[in-house]
């Protein structure tokens, strides 16, 4: 079981946000502080925004900030948007599996109900409770990054 | 969130054997049945072995058997073996990770308890649930396969 890169790299976007220095942040500078593919930033950022959870605004003083508390973001709810192209097993394929017993199997039930799970413990925790003791680590990459 | 090829192929070897007549098949025949790779499903077959759920007998009258009754055999129990050498994002990486907040990252955690809650959601049901009301398609595997 794996998170897709893009779970990932949107939620230390969101953790970098809830840390800067005056909320704000440019993409350029989330990509060098985490050494991740600027372009695949692009997207994430894209997404976050269409999610309501982050405003990108151009021009001086601008950049991103989060849209709402990092308290009112549910961790569960980021990787329910983001993982949601993927799919737990072959017997999920969105076009039909291959499997034989696809259409008859239980175990695309009970996985189902794991994943179901596995998204309700996330969302027990808001970006707020990742950061609520920021170790001398996180705060330190808002320092090391030329904006 | 994706399982592996690998769990998917254990617990479809599981349900069909499960299911079989006399309880017994062949690698050759759950591999074609599922239309899968036979080199794959020996490497599954192992570590089934190597957990104690299957035997694999030689000669006349032999075969893979359960070797426990379907109803011991926990369906999380079979995902967090056959999962194990994956690891949920990269923070988790065995030799170390990337990301520069790691060492101190409360993600990890969150995303470990999560993995949990996913596990045990499965251990909640056993090999014994998933063919519990087999469909007459899981029953038909069983007779369209040469021996």
């Not at 890169?5 to 502080?33: C, K």
């Not at 991740?36 to 999610?51: P, T």
């Amino acid at each position: 079981m794996r998170l897709t890169a893009f779970t990932d790299y949107s939620l230390r976007t969101l953790i970098y946000l809830a840390t800067a220095r005056e909320g704000r942040a440019t993409i350029g500078e989330i990509a060098r502080a985490f050494r991740i593919s600027e372009n695949h930033l692009v997207k994430v950022v894209h997404r976050l925004g269409q999610m309501g959870v982050l405003v990108n605004t151009r021009g001086r003083g601008g950049g991103l900030r989060l849209a709402v508390s990092p308290g009112a973001i549910r961790v569960g709810r980021i990787a329910r948007a983001t993982e949601s192209h993927d799919v737990p097993a072959e017997c999920f394929e969105p076009g039909g599996s291959d499997c034989v017993i696809a259409p008859a199997c239980t175990l695309r039930h009970v996985l189902a109900e794991a994943v179901d799970a596995f998204y309700a413990a996330l969302d027990r925790y808001t970006v707020a409770d990742l950061v609520q003791k920021p170790a001398p680590i996180i705060l330190r990459l808002h320092e090391k990054v030329p904006a």
